[in-house]
């Protein structure tokens, strides 16, 4: 039976804490950084244990993260030649797993040949990234697995914004240092 999951970022978090909720509202996961020092690296915890570790490959020709976890070690790589975010699956149980999204980042789905683990949708009215996901294959690893995901995705979007908001600024010092020259 697919189960519903509901994936949020918290407001104002110093260490940019990612909750996942059930059914019932219930915080099942929860993703924060390691510490306020290590931005690139989190951790993800299911009741009180650590269940995995998220880290930002710092050299890469393409966005790269790699995961520690209990059993399995894997790593989601971004394609960057693509309209779509496509990210693809290196190693560990989903090997080969594929997560696609939409042009607007309102949707996802996850497949294992040609096997579909879980969809999301994103609530378009939220002051939050906020999915509702719904993972398909009724699996304890599967639905870990689509925890991972989503949570790097979150991670990827937010490096995104990030980023296009210090090119804007960078834009308006280079404007306002031209407007001081003419």
Known sequence: MPRALRISNKLLSLRDRIEIFDGT????YSCSRVSLFSPRSFVVV???AEVARV???LFSW???WLVEGKAVDFA????ILSLRRIYD???GPF???EVRGNLWDARFMIALDETLVAQANKRLVSLRDTHVVEVVKDDDAAELFTVIAMIVLL??????????REEEQRDRQRRAFDDGFV
């Open 46 to 48: 299911a009741g009180e």
């Open 95 to 97: 090997h080969g797993a």
């Open 155 to 164: 991670l990827h979007n937010k490096e995104k914004r990030e980023d296009d």
């Open 25 to 28: 509202d219930t915080v099942i």
């Open 89 to 91: 699956v290196k190693g």
């Open 55 to 57: 880290k930002r490959k």
């Open 76 to 79: 989601i790589r971004a394609r």
């Open 62 to 64: 393409t966005p790269t």
